[in-house]
Nanobody, 120 residues
């Protein structure tokens, strides 16, 4: 099973930026779907951005124009660039990747989550 390791979380002031990374443990030969989720304290997990192959990338209304998803194919890594951060963006961010690994084995994996804290 492909494992995902997240990094890039931390503490930032409102208006600041962070870039989260979600790195796969092996080569991804085909990426079917990507999503980033966040869970604020005491709240349910919400999707932030999602991409399904052959369809457009979707951003949740509360991050449109501020967050951008990208991918480095050579590094088997997906990124989430977060700009103009607000205190309400605070939460644990998790990535979910679905696709085919180095042996063309299908995987549906989650990262371990990374804490993002935005101070006012």
């Amino acid at each position: 099973q492909v494992q995902l390791v997240e990094s890039g979380g931390g503490l930032v002031q409102a208006g600041g930026s962070l870039k989260l990374a979600c790195a796969a443990s092996e080569t991804i030969t085909s990426l079917v779907a990507v999503a980033w989720y966040r869970q604020a304290p005491g709240k349910q997990r919400d999707w932030v951005v999602r991409f399904i192959s052959s369809k457009d990338t979707e951003y949740a209304d509360f991050v449109k124009g501020r967050f951008t998803i990208s991918r480095d194919i050579a590094e088997n890594t997906v990124y989430l660039q977060m700009n103009s951060l607000k205190p309400e963006d605070t939460g644990i961010y998790s990535c979910n990747l679905q696709g085919y690994g180095a042996s063309f084995n299908y995987f549906d994996s989650w990262g371990q989550g990374t804490q993002v804290t935005v101070s006012s």
